[in-house]
């Protein structure tokens, strides 16, 4: 398990601070969009799982569009329904069964939603993270002006006197 960093807020100055915020900021994002990215990654594994669940004996010699990239496809007939290619990721492909293809999407969906859930929680602790930072330069903030005020006290009183 990852070991977990304190740091006392209270010692550091605003700079700091706003330092901290901005970091945790862009982790933020850079975490979200990860979340955005796997979310996508679960919807494909699911429409390929349900395209594949249609694919029957009955879809041999169908008319098919075959994706040569996202914008570009050519015509072409189901030749065997029971031989499926599967992209492995990062361009292998493997021909399987539309069992063991179905089989692979599952196992791929469950990894999706998993990491989904870990990336979730270090949203949601970033997002603490944040509001921690927030409240400690506020708190800064009331002190650099109860400061100020102090000295605009005094310098009056000594004026005063």
Known sequence: MAESKSIDLDTMSLEQLNQIKQT???????????????????????????A????GPSCESNDIMIPLTESLY????????????????TGYYVEKNVKDAQAFLERKSKLVDVNSENVME?????????ESVNIAM??????IRARQEGMRQRAADESSS
């Open 24 to 50: 945790q900021e862009s982790r933020l994002q850079a975490i979200t969009q990860h979340y955005a990215t796997l979310r996508a990654s679960s919807s494909r594994f699911s429409s390929a799982s349900s």
């Open 52 to 55: 594949l669940s249609q694919i």
């Open 74 to 89: 050519v015509p072409g007939k189901i030749k065997d329904t029971n031989k499926i290619m599967v992209e492995l990721g």
């Open 122 to 130: 270090a949203i949601s602790a970033t997002r603490r993270n944040v």
């Open 138 to 143: 506020q708190g800064k903030m009331m002190e």
